[in-house]
């Protein structure tokens, strides 16, 4: 004998222990109830197939899906906006610390040629 809960009336329903069949009547509602346990491929019959079928229709799963796709995009557009704008102040920084470099060696350049094109004339 094992003992079974009935998913329509919750109270508890003795069967015969070899018990072969996929689904079995209730005696206190008198409604049909799988044995998913008990035996491996149940045919779900239509009254419990449709039970199924209006759980998984609930809208609990669809807010949650898209609200769990907009937390991580938004973080990711965050840290890509910081982590662009951070490279390109770096560039710009480099940039402009060669150009200045760059620069003030052209300048310097410039004047230690003219040094050098001035002092053999002075002497
Ligand atoms: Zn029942």
Known sequence: MSVVNCPHCRKPVSLPDPWNASAYTCPHCHR?????VLTPAVPTPAPMSLDFEEEEETPMNRPRYTSG???????QMFTACF???FLAGLLLLVGIRLYIHWSIADTTNQINERMKQNSPSRN
């Not at 049909?32 to 998913?36: G, T």
């Not at 796709?69 to 973080?75: E, T």
Request: charged share 0%; no cysteine; glycine share 20%.
């Open 83 to 85: 982590a662009g704008t």
């Open 69 to 75: 796709s907009g937390g991580p995009s938004w973080m």
């Open 32 to 36: 049909i109830a799988p044995l998913p």
